[in-house]
């Protein structure tokens, strides 16, 4: 039984490009979560999947940032036009609704904006 | 909103020692979870504990032991006979619902624990 999984693990790009992150859940997980960790803090909750549909994205920082889980499998963040306060770490969590419900996380995806 | 509070920015123990970490809660909803997790330098975030609000019994898992008081609105993690793996930030963090990680879960700031030989 594989973990979550997140692709890169690192990212360091300039401020103003475009960058996106890929999270493969645990595989009978319902659930997708998606949090941002600056650093001394602990991870902000951005947005949440169930399946395909998006449940929740008021919390996703600006209109820069989306995210999509377009088969109920996988899915991707996208921050466009990165700005240096972008700089932080990248969590994705998985869990079964209906099941145990505990959140599982990946190892993140550190992003510096140059 | 809820709201997570961790008043150890950093903790050092002795091997082989128990240690406390403390965890205070703010929630409005009548049903909630509480989760410790554990983040090594890695970066990690490791699930540890769960308890539900509506547990009667404290839960434990191996070495881990959560203290809920509810009345207090606290949940410190104990962690006996601390080994020099344990080194590592600690997060409290709670979420909504039965079983608390339905939605997003809001996390405390964190507490440094140290275990020194």
């Known amino acids: 039984d594989t973990g979550v999984s997140q692709n890169p693990r690192h990212k360091i790009t300039k401020r103003g490009q475009n960058?996106?992150?890929?999270?493969d859940p645990i595989s009978e997980h319902n659930r997708l979560y998606w949090y941002r960790q600056t650093l001394g803090q602990g991870p902000e909750f951005l947005t949440y999947f169930q399946n395909e549909a998006q449940l929740e994205k008021s919390r996703l920082l600006s209109d820069r940032f989306s995210a999509e889980r377009p088969k109920g499998s996988f899915s991707t963040l996208e921050?466009?036009?990165?700005?240096?306060?972008?700089?932080?770490?990248?969590?994705?969590?998985?869990s079964l609704?209906?099941?145990?419900?505990?959140?599982?996380?990946?190892?993140?995806?550190?992003?510096?904006?140059l | 909103a809820q709201k997570i509070t961790q008043t150890q920015p950093?903790?050092?123990?002795?091997?082989?020692?128990?240690?406390?970490?403390d965890c205070t809660y703010d929630?409005?909803?009548?049903s909630y979870g509480l989760f410790w997790y554990k983040q090594p330098s890695s970066g990690e975030m490791i699930f540890l504990i769960y308890q539900g609000s509506y547990d009667q019994q404290?839960?434990?898992?191996?070495?881990?032991?959560?203290?809920?008081?509810?009345?207090?609105?606290?949940?410190?993690?104990?962690?006996s006979a601390s080994q020099l793996g344990?080194?590592?930030?600690?997060?409290c963090a709670t979420?909504?619902?039965?079983?608390?990680?339905?939605?997003?879960?809001?996390?405390g700031k964190g507490t440094h624990l140290i275990i020194q030989p």
């Open chain 2, 10 to 21: 950093g903790m050092f123990v002795q091997e082989k020692e128990a240690v406390t970490l």
């Open chain 2, 27 to 30: 929630t409005s909803d009548p």
């Open chain 2, 95 to 107: 979420g909504r619902g039965t079983g608390g990680g339905a939605d997003g879960l809001t996390f």
């Open chain 2, 58 to 79: 404290n839960a434990t898992e191996g070495r881990y032991s959560l203290n809920f008081q509810k009345a207090r609105k606290s949940a410190n993690l104990v962690i």
């Open chain 1, 79 to 94: 921050i466009q036009r990165t700005e240096q306060g972008d700089s932080a770490m990248y969590l994705c969590a998985s």
């Open chain 2, 86 to 91: 344990d080194s590592a930030m600690y997060f």
């Open chain 1, 97 to 113: 609704v209906g099941g145990e419900d505990t959140q599982y996380f990946g190892p993140g995806t550190r992003l510096t904006v």
């Open chain 1, 19 to 23: 960058v996106t992150f890929r999270c």
